[in-house]
Structure formats: structure tokens, C-alpha cells
């Protein structure tokens, strides 16, 4: 695993590729049960033997969701949130037996005070062939380095800071 990455070490420009993983029938189906996303274009052979694609293909959704845990550590990053996922495109369909991978660069960063920053990654989801089969833009909140949880030593709770204010003592 990687060491974990604060919104200082980000830069635009800056490439990733996640290892590949897989597509199984079984995904497919457990996707299909998670959601109830039932449509026979994913699950039934025989319907989907007939249209344009010959044979069922994974749900768009389940792509996204591999591309959210295929690049949740490449690159490893301390995100505090996901902001917004914009442009999302479904080029290619996703078949059993694929094996898909992420490419992840980053186009932007804007700070959001002294403890975070949104950062815009371009992802794009590869095939083995390294055909594009799905594409798009994410924002994240990444924390700073400077970023100190609420229970550090050195961050004063409210009623630190009232008791300082008020000069009382014992807080």
C-alpha cells in the first residue's frame, strides 16, 4: 500500500493506473440484487443474445462503483468527501470476462481554506484492450496536512475557547 496523500502533494498533471480487476457473472448478478436492477439486458442470456451486444453487460453503475474501489488507493489520498461526479460517459459496454482498470489524472486543485481543498480528477476506465469503456470527472475535499482533527491537543474545543475568553479555569 501507499503512503497516504495530503492536497500539498497533489499537482495537477500527475497520472495513476490502478491494477485490473475482473468482471464476473457473479458481480453482475449481485449488482443486480443490490440494486434490483433486474433489466434482462444484464442477467438474462437469452434476451440479450438479441440485441446490438449478443450477450448481457455489466450494469453502467457497477463500472463506476469499480472505478470509486479501483482507484480508492491509486492514489492513496486523505479525501474528506466526494463533492460531485460530472460528465459521465458510458462509451463501450462492460462484458463478463473484462478486465478493467482506472487511469486517473488530476486536472485542478482549489484550496477551500487552510484545512482542505477540492481537487478535480479526469478518470477513465480501460479495458483490456485499453479501449475507454467508461469516462468522466470527480471533485473530491482533500485534506491539508495542516488539517488537525477536533480532538488534537492543540485544537481547542468550544468550550476551551469560552474558558479562555471568560478566564475561568479548569477546562
Request: aromatic share 8%; glycine share 8%; with cysteine.
Amino acid at each position: 500500500m501507499s503512503e497516504t496523500l495530503f492536497l500539498e502533494d497533489l499537482h495537477p498533471g500527475k497520472v495513476w493506473k490502478s491494477p485490473g480487476r475482473t468482471v464476473t457473472e457473479a458481480d453482475i448478478v449481485a449488482f443486480a440484487g443490490l440494486t434490483g436492477d433486474f433489466d434482462p439486458l444484464h442477467i438474462d442470456h437469452e434476451y440479450a443474445a438479441n440485441t446490438p451486444y449478443g450477450r448481457p453487460i455489466a450494469h453502467g453503475l457497477l463500472g463506476v462503483s469499480f472505478m470509486a474501489g479501483l482507484s480508492s488507493n491509486f492514489p492513496r489520498v486523505k479525501t474528506l468527501a466526494l463533492v460531485r461526479i460530472m460528465d459521465w460517459q458510458f462509451v463501450r459496454p462492460v462484458f463478463v470476462g473484462d478486465t478493467i482498470h482506472v487511469e486517473t489524472e488530476i486536472e485542478s486543485i482549489l484550496p477551500k481554506g487552510r484545512r482542505s481543498g477540492e481537487v478535480l480528477w479526469d478518470r477513465r476506465v480501460l479495458n483490456q484492450r485499453d479501449e475507454c469503456v467508461q469516462l468522466g470527472k470527480l471533485v473530491t475535499l482533500v485534506s491539508s496536512q495542516r488539517f488537525l482533527p477536533r480532538n488534537s491537543p492543540s485544537v481547542r474545543t468550544d468550550d476551551q475557547l469560552e474558558a479562555v475568553a471568560t478566564g475561568r479555569t479548569g477546562v
